[in-house]
């Protein structure tokens, strides 16, 4: 056990180790602010598309009946129809998928939301940092000191309604 922590002690001393514990107090810092600025939306109920397609799909019980039901929602949508030209089978695979797991206890939906946003946070700092790296090589090999640009943009994204 000693010897593991003292690796993990000499790791922290590095560029990345550095990068790392930064990274992880940032996204703490940030999920905590994100869990109480979003706390509010976990009651919300379901608003205009969420309940023609809940509407639509309430026979539909299991997940391969919800997905091959509304695999292409928009054109076979019964409840105010329209949208005819969109196509987004992955989203509404998605949404079956919630409606079958989660049944009508809406703030789990919201939860998902959230989780998958928290998720989408962090593969935006990845991308602004790869993007950054292709831009001026030498940077990427810096501490974590020097992307507080990369770090204002994921907050602005993370809590901007």
Request: include cysteine; proline fraction near 6%.
């Amino acid at each position: 056990m000693r010897a593991w922590v003292q690796r993990v002690r000499e790791w922290r001393g590095t560029p990345a180790g550095r990068r790392a514990v930064a990274d992880l107090v940032f996204f703490a810092v940030l999920f905590a602010f994100v869990g109480i600025a979003y706390r509010p939306a976990l009651n919300h109920p379901p608003r205009a598309d969420q309940w023609c397609f809940l509407t639509d799909t309430a026979e539909l019980n299991t997940v391969a009946e919800a997905v091959a039901g509304s695999y292409s929602y928009n054109r076979t949508r019964l409840t105010v129809p329209g949208d005819t030209d969109l196509f987004r089978p992955v989203l509404f695979a998605l949404l079956a998928t919630e409606k079958v797991l989660f049944d009508g206890r809406l703030p789990l939906y919201q939860g998902l939301g959230l989780v998958l946003h928290a998720g989408v946070c962090v593969l935006l700092l990845l991308v602004i940092r790869r993007a950054a790296a292709l831009l001026d090589p030498a940077s990427a090999a810096g501490d974590a000191g020097r992307d507080p640009l990369g770090y204002a943009t994921v907050a602005f994204f993370a809590l901007n309604p």
